[in-house]
């Protein structure tokens, strides 16, 4: 059974920064995409950034600049920077990973989420 577990959310006053990690368990065989999704209270889930095994990366246009996605493949871990944050960045944020199990070739995987809040 695969696990993604988010932590480092919280709250945040506006212009400021933090940094969110997602660390991937269980029986994997191989991660292939790494990524960060976000939901706003009364909006549809939307991607952030994702970022391959190789390190391609891919941004929403309304992060790029701003936000910065990474891994560390050997710990299964994806990481999200964000800096000059706004109310607008309030979401509760998911890490997705696709990845494969023993068991199943290719799965996509979420997390429980973890909630930022920027308000001053």
């Known amino acids: 059974q695969v696990q993604l577990v988010e932590s480092g959310g919280g709250l945040v006053q506006p212009g400021g920064s933090l940094r969110l990690s997602c660390a991937a368990s269980g029986s994997i065989f191989r991660i292939y995409l790494m990524g960060w999704y976000r939901q706003a209270p009364g909006k549809q889930r939307e991607l952030v950034a994702t970022?391959?095994?190789?390190?391609?990366?891919n941004y929403a246009d309304f992060v790029k600049g701003r936000f910065t996605i990474s891994r560390d493949n050997g710990k299964n871990t994806v990481y999200l920077q964000m800096n000059s944050l706004s109310a607008e960045d309030t979401a509760v944020y998911y890490c997705n990973a696709r990845l494969a199990t023993v068991q199943v070739p290719v799965g996509e995987y979420w997390g429980k989420g973890a909630l930022l809040t920027v308000s001053s």
């Open positions: 970022i391959t095994s190789g390190g391609s990366t």
